[in-house]
């Protein structure tokens, strides 16, 4: 069993930056690889960004690529979720996701979830 907590959300003017954070629960941290999603209102969930177990691969949306930086540290069993250049379209609710398996963008692969941090950017 893993258990995620998201922070670090927020309101921030278009341009700005914010730094999300999850951190789970459970000694086999390192066994699962992590992915972010988000969900605007009235929008279906869709895929952020991910990274591998190790955190030598990383994955992202090409409505993010060049802006946001997916990165880990297992010694303390948290990814980080970097987010630069922040625009309106980013205001969403933002999950941390974990799956035994490899880095996928599709949520259906995910296994466990947080509850969500939100993002809110102002133009």
């Known amino acids: 069993q893993v258990q995620l907590v998201e922070s670090g959300g927020g309101l921030v003017q278009a341009g700005g930056s914010l730094r999300l954070s999850c951190a789970a629960s459970?000694?086999?941290?390192?066994?699962?690889?992590k992915g972010w999603f988000r969900q605007a209102p009235g929008k279906e969930r869709e895929f952020v960004a991910a990274?591998?177990?190790?955190?030598?691969?990383?994955y992202y949306a090409d409505s993010v690529k060049g802006r946001f930086t997916i990165s880990r540290d297992n010694a303390k069993n948290t990814v980080y979720l970097q987010m630069n250049s922040l625009k309106p379209e980013d205001t969403a609710v933002y999950y941390c996701?974990?799956?035994?398996?490899?880095?996928?963008?599709?949520?259906?692969?995910?296994?466990?979830w947080g509850h969500g941090t939100q993002v809110t950017v102002s133009s």
């Open positions: 459970g000694r086999t941290f390192s066994m699962y690889a």
């Open positions: 996701a974990a799956n035994l398996m490899v880095a996928t963008t599709k949520s259906s692969d995910y296994d466990y």
């Open positions: 990274v591998s177990r190790g955190g030598t691969s990383t």
